[in-house]
């Protein structure tokens, strides 16, 4: 290795050497002195990539309980790709005979209510009374990057490591009530792994949670006591659909406003139509942060069931909700199809431009596109 004197361009003519920048020249070979085939001979090598599995691995492997073939196949499910669309179908296929054996829970509320903190608390608290919970935690996607942060395993840290849990994670891609598109299909997979309750949190944020409805049993509304109207501007359309409203954060100097709270929505929850037939919605307490009121609102869930069960209403919801997806993907793909449409495309641009611009009405516009995509159209 050999010494280099240099002096910057910068440095006066006559400077001396304290101006002199001392330069070690490089070694023969790559960055790290051996020679570049030596380098790569010696590197680690690179990790072996996962064997797909065949159909029945991923069937076999849920009906096992093997926790790794389980996020597998809700991946296989979850993926948009066309190649794995038909297994993924065959799979669920021959799972279906081993679902329908769980209680299925929706959990919404405004952002800052604390969901995430009351599922991992009766999350734990089932666990603890010998059930297998599985959550479906769905994450707000970004609508600018279609990004999504889903952290929701470090948010509920205690409860990931339990062994008798599983969280899974899921970016809401933009769909209205912050519920997936394959979320129904990963919590039949995840019924036919054996879990006997599942816990599906939304996002929250004001949007429409109809579709949250028509995938659960027990829908449980999340309120935050004294927040006022302003910041709880989902309660009113939401209260409709909720079979219990539980006021969470109960606790300290909160607890005596959590306790009016649940009065006053009781007394306004008497004026609604009840969500579910045979069944009065009520309002609750709790303190996630002390596990308070927990043990109650689980009761509630538990004597919900039995009634309804009893009644043949949970076994016709369930029927009715069925034939709901039937037709939810029915829409999915006739919207799809319309909007990847050759001709619809192609004038797509000008009639867009042309109602901007306001020289064709939206409904004319409309009627344009649709006769493009029955093949009716005068362009």
């Not at 329908?100 to 608290?125: D, F, Q």
């Not at 949670?209 to 109207?229: C, I, N």
């Not at 797509?348 to 093949?375: C, F, N, S, W």
Request: charged share 25%; aromatic share 6%.
């Amino acid at each position: 290795m050999t010494e280099i004197k240099h002096k910057p361009d910068w440095a006066p003519e006559n400077a001396g050497a304290e101006f002199t920048t001392r330069i070690m020249a490089g070694v023969e070979g790559g960055h790290d002195g051996l020679p570049r085939e030596t380098r790569l001979s010696t590197s680690r090598p690179a990790a072996p990539r996962r064997r797909r599995l065949s159909m029945d691995e991923y069937v076999q492997g849920v009906l096992a309980g093997d926790r790794n073939v389980l996020a597998q196949t809700i991946t296989l499910v979850e993926s948009n790709a066309p190649a794995h669309g038909a297994m993924a179908q065959e799979v669920l296929r021959q799972l279906l005979p081993h679902t329908g054996n769980s209680i299925r829970v929706g959990i919404t509320g405004v952002p800052g209510v604390g969901k995430s903190t009351t599922i991992e608390a009766l999350g734990m608290y089932l666990c603890e009374q010998g059930h297998q919970v599985a959550v479906l935690a769905v994450d707000p996607s970004s609508t600018v990057t279609r990004g999504s942060i889903l952290g929701d395993k470090t948010r509920m840290e205690q409860l990931s490591r339990d062994p008798r849990a599983f969280i899974r994670p899921s970016p809401s891609s933009g769909t209205l009530g912050g519920v997936t598109r394959k979320s129904r299909e990963t919590m039949l997979v995840c019924e036919a792994f054996g879990f006997d309750v599942i816990l599906v949190e939304t996002v929250g944020v004001g949007q429409s949670e109809t579709t949250v409805r028509s995938m659960v049993d027990f829908f449980l509304l999340l309120m935050l006591a004294g927040a006022g109207d302003e910041l709880q501007g989902i309660k009113k359309g939401i209260m409709e659909l909720a079979d219990a409203l539980l006021i969470n954060k109960a606790d300290g100097d909160n607890k005596l406003r959590a306790r009016a709270a649940k009065a006053e929505y009781n007394r306004a929850i008497h004026y609604l139509a009840p969500a579910t037939e045979g069944w009065q919605t009520r309002a609750f307490t709790c303190s996630a942060l002390t596990n308070e009121g927990i043990d109650e609102i689980w009761r509630v869930i538990e004597d919900f069931r039995q009634k309804t069960q009893a009644s043949g209403v949970f076994d016709k919801r369930r029927r009715k909700q069925t034939l709901d997806w039937v037709y939810a993907m029915v829409e999915e793909h006739l919207l799809r199809s319309f909007f990847e449409h050759a001709g619809v495309k192609h004038i797509r641009a000008d009639v867009e431009k042309a109602v901007i611009e306001g020289h064709m009405p939206p409904t004319v516009a409309a009627q344009e596109l649709i006769g493009k995509y029955e093949g009716s159209s005068t362009r």
